[in-house]
């Protein structure tokens, strides 16, 4: 059985909402989710390099999310601005997911005078760049998909496998599944019928192998 490695925001993130990798999984596909809500681009990345480099895996599925987003180490001096968030308050890992909250001055003073696009884009690319060597290394199949629409600056990413033209969230906007979106709390994350229709999508056209289990999920 095909080992699948996985990471993402909350478009990927198998907690508490039925998305694409838990109907894999429930379906019998053998898949490790490092994914994490809200999380920025940097800790998706982090996530996947650190299992790589601990074990083989025979499919790396990397879902990209939105520049600009911010994780934050909670200690015991920030540990109020998560409390007090009225969406992003919770945490992941020991890591506050703030992604784009402007509530807090602090965070509307660093996306006002520190946060820098251009090493955020850098940053994304280097750390592609290297898992996607190190799947090479390896014979792992990488897969990096846009969960959101992304804008590219860097020529640098012409040397990775992606589609910038493709984002998972397009793809649902465009199809029947959006008449039934949840737009509670600015919800982002496609429902569970698109989920189960996006997970038949990753078994046929990235893995090659749709188990019975999963054609018995009715979209």
């Not at 998706?44 to 790396?60: M, S, T």
Request: charged content about 25%; glycine content about 4%.
């Amino acid at each position: 059985m095909s080992k699948i490695l996985v990471s993402g925001c909350g478009i990927t993130f198998s907690g508490e909402r039925p998305t694409w990798s838990k109907v894999l999984r429930i379906s019998g596909y053998s898949v490790t989710d490092v994914s994490g809500p809200a999380i920025s681009n940097h800790l998706i990345l982090n996530q996947l390099l650190q299992k790589v480099y601990e074990e083989n895996f025979d499919h790396v599925i990397c879902q990209l999310t939105s520049f600009g987003k911010l994780d934050v180490e909670l200690n015991r001096e920030n540990q109020s601005l998560m409390n007090n968030d009225s969406l992003r308050n919770f945490s992941y890992n020991g890591y506050w997911p703030s992604s784009h909250s402007t509530e807090h001055k602090v965070k509307r003073d660093y996306e006002k005078y520190l946060y820098s696009p251009s090493l955020d884009e850098q940053d994304t690319i280097f750390k592609l760049l290297l898992l996607q060597s190190k799947c090479n290394e390896s014979n792992t199949e990488l897969h990096i998909i846009q969960g959101y629409p992304l804008v590219w600056k860097n020529k640098l990413v012409d040397r990775l496998g992606i589609d910038t033209k493709f984002s998972i969230y397009e793809m649902y906007k465009n199809s029947k599944f959006y008449m039934d979106h949840d737009y509670s709390n600015n919800n982002t994350v496609p429902n569970k019928h698109f989920q189960i229709y996006f997970a038949k999508h990753i078994a046929k056209e990235y893995l090659k192998e749709i188990k019975p289990a999963l054609e018995k999920f009715y979209e």
